[in-house]
């Protein structure tokens, strides 16, 4: 069994810098996911500008889903 607990945490002031930020950090979460083969992405908005990036055995692989808290 493989550990696996990535989250990124993003936050920022400006939209344009949000999509950038939550797109690497998608990228980055793929390439850690491919390894697995086990665990999807999860996207977390916890309030305005804030938002996690985390690998969610609750999602399934190659899936990427929303949350708003």
Known sequence: ???VA???EIQVDSRQVLDERLDDAVRGLQRIAMATGTHGIL???HKPGHYTA???EQ???GVTRELIH
Do not use: G, K, N, Y
């Open 1 to 3: 069994m493989t550990a």
């Open 6 to 8: 990535e989250c990124i």
């Open 59 to 61: 999602v399934p692989f």
């Open 54 to 56: 985390a690998l969610s």
């Open 43 to 45: 996207i977390t908005r």
